[in-house]
Nanobody
Framework: QVQLVESGGGLVQAGGSLRLSCTAS????????MAWFRQAPGKEREFVAA????????VYADSVKGRFTISRDIAKNTVYLQMNSLKPEDTAVYYC??????????????????WGQGTQVTVSS
């Protein structure tokens, strides 16, 4: 069974940086898409970034482009989200997600089969 475990959240001042990690286990992840989503209180879960496990192709939400970087370490079965120039509006619970196959939309939560438990990121102004 696939398990995704996030870590690295916390409290940071505006303009600061954090790096989130998502360690995956339970199978090999070739041909998987791995993504980060976030959900703020009272809001719907929104797409942040995604990466193809094998080729490393990436997609970003416009709101984080140029500030966030998604990457993966195949040997460690880990996906990272480096977040720089953080803003108070980045405050949310961040979730790691994964799914097999590259076809279809990468930014729709309903297309992902596996989810982590989430990690809180709070950016103070």
């Amino acid at each position: 069974q696939v398990q995704l475990v996030e870590s690295g959240g916390g409290l940071v001042q505006a303009g600061g940086s954090l790096r989130l990690s998502c360690t995956a286990s339970g199978r090999t992840f070739s041909s998987y898409v791995m993504a980060w989503f976030r959900q703020a209180p009272g809001k719907e879960r929104e797409f942040v970034a995604a990466i193809s496990w094998t080729g490393g192709s990436t997609v970003y939400a416009d709101s984080v482009k140029g500030r966030f970087t998604i990457s993966r370490d195949i040997a460690k079965n880990t996906v990272y989200l480096q977040m720089n120039s953080l803003k108070p509006e980045d405050t949310a619970v961040y979730y790691c997600a994964g799914r097999p196959g590259y076809s279809g939309s990468w930014n729709a939560p309903r297309t992902y089969d596996y989810w982590g438990q989430g990690t809180q990121v709070t950016v103070s102004s």
